[in-house]
Nanobody
């Protein structure tokens, strides 16, 4: 099993920044990809970004390109999501997820999930 724990959410004004962290533990060697998803009230869960532990390009949803940056620290089994220029529409619960395959966009392709962290952007 793999355990994922997110941290770093909170309340921020529009235009501000937050940094989310997701620490992985357990059978981390079985994971290939880490991703960030978000889910706003009444909306479906959507992918924000995804990264391979082995390196290569990071994938981003169009609505966060140029504002959010996902990074990883393999030694700490931790991924981060630096969120800048936040907008009210970024308000959501943010989840990290892991799978042993590829950086899919569908939540159903991810085996492991964190508990989520709330991000609220006030306008």
């Amino acid at each position: 099993q793999v355990q994922l724990v997110e941290s770093g959410g909170g309340l921020v004004q529009a235009g501000g920044s937050l940094r989310l962290s997701c620490a992985a533990s357990g059978r981390t060697f079985s994971m290939s990809v880490m991703a960030w998803f978000r889910q706003a009230p009444g909306k479906e869960r959507e992918v924000v970004s995804a990264i391979r532990w082995s390196g290569g390009a990071t994938n981003y949803a169009d609505f966060v390109k140029g504002r959010f940056t996902m990074s990883r620290d393999n030694a700490k089994n931790t991924v981060y999501l630096q969120m800048n220029s936040l907008k009210s529409e970024d308000t959501a619960v943010y989840y990290c997820a892991a799978n042993s395959g590829s950086p899919y966009v569908s939540p159903s392709r991810y085996n492991y999930w964190g508990q989520g962290t709330q991000v609220t952007v006030s306008s």
